[in-house]
C-alpha cells in the first residue's frame, strides 16, 4: 500500500491530479492517501517527482518494531492488572498465537490471489 514520505513531500499536487479516485488531498502542506477508498492503482507512485510516494515494503521493520512493543505492553499490563507473574507469559503465548493466525490468513488470501492470478495468465 502507498504512503507519502511527509519529510520529502513539497505538497505540489501531482499526484492528487493522477488520482483516478480522489484519494489523495493535501493536509498541513503534504499529500495524504485515504487508504479507506484507495484502489492500490500506483499512479501516484510513478506521477510524484519527489519519490515522496513510497511503499509499504519499506515499514515492515517498523510495523514488526510496533507489533513487539504492543505485544510487551500487553504482557506487562497482564501481569499488572491480573496481578499474576504467570500472567505475563501467558499474554505471550497468546500474542503468537495471534500472529501465527495473521500468518496463516495472509497465505490463504496469497494462495487464493494466486489462484486468481492464473485465470489471467
Known amino acids: ?4 514520505d511527509k519529510d520529502i513531500c513539497t505538497g505540489c499536487g501531482t499526484c492528487i491530479e ?8 493535501i493536509k498541513d502542506e503534504a499529500a495524504e492517501i485515504d487508504m479507506e477508498n484507495c484502489i ?7 506521477a510524484c517527482p519527489e519519490n515522496a510516494v513510497r ?3 519499506e515499514k515492515i521493520p517498523e ?3 510496533a507489533n513487539i512493543s504492543k505485544t510487551k505492553k500487553f504482557m506487562m499490563d497482564c501481569e499488572k492488572y491480573l496481578n499474576d507473574a504467570q500472567e505475563k507469559e501467558k499474554c505471550l503465548k497468546r500474542m503468537i ?8 490468513i ?6 487464493e ?3 486468481i492470478k492464473l485465470q489471467f495468465d
Open 1 to 4: 500500500m502507498p504512503w507519502i
Open 18 to 25: 493522477e488520482c483516478p479516485v480522489d484519494t489523495i488531498y
Open 40 to 46: 492500490h492503482c500506483g499512479l501516484c507512485h510513478d
Open 55 to 57: 511503499h509499504d515494503s
Open 63 to 65: 510495523r514488526v518494531e
Open 97 to 104: 498465537r495471534y500472529f501465527k493466525s495473521e500468518k496463516l
Open 106 to 111: 495472509a497465505e490463504r488470501t496469497l494462495e
Open 113 to 115: 490471489l494466486e489462484s
